[in-house]
């Protein structure tokens, strides 16, 4: 059984910084497909960036050229940057794993960005 904890986010002013960090317990994290993903109130769910076993990222386009992402095999982790954020940036974001046709979710972190 695999488990997703993210930390970090809540309230960041606009043009700051978000850093959210997602562990994966349980499962051969390596194996995994990882990827975060937001909803804002009132919309649907939706990519934000994507990163596979091999290591090829995508990005959504709302945040290509301001995001940093990573994984560390060996922590189990993933790790998200987003730069110079926006209003719109303001949402609830979850942690995704996928190993062929299983998929994990996280709880979600809220992030908030307001003045």
């Known amino acids: 059984q695999v488990r997703l904890v993210e930390s970090g986010g809540g309230l960041v002013q606009p043009g700051g910084s978000l850093r959210l960090t997602c562990e994966q317990f349980?499962?051969?994290?390596?194996?995994?497909?990882m990827a975060w993903y937001r909803q804002a109130p009132g919309k649907q769910r939706e990519l934000v960036a994507s990163?596979?076993?091999?290591?090829?990222?995508t990005f959504a386009d709302s945040v290509k050229g301001r995001v940093a992402f990573s994984r560390d095999n060996a922590q189990s982790t993933i790790t998200l940057e987003v730069d110079r954020v926006k209003v719109e940036d303001t949402a609830d974001y979850y942690c995704?794993?996928?190993?062929?046709?299983?998929?994990?979710w996280g709880q979600g972190t809220q992030v908030i960005v307001s003045s």
């Open positions: 995704n794993s996928k190993l062929h046709d299983l998929t994990y």
């Open positions: 990163i596979t076993s091999d290591g090829t990222t």
């Open positions: 349980g499962g051969d994290f390596s194996e995994y497909d």
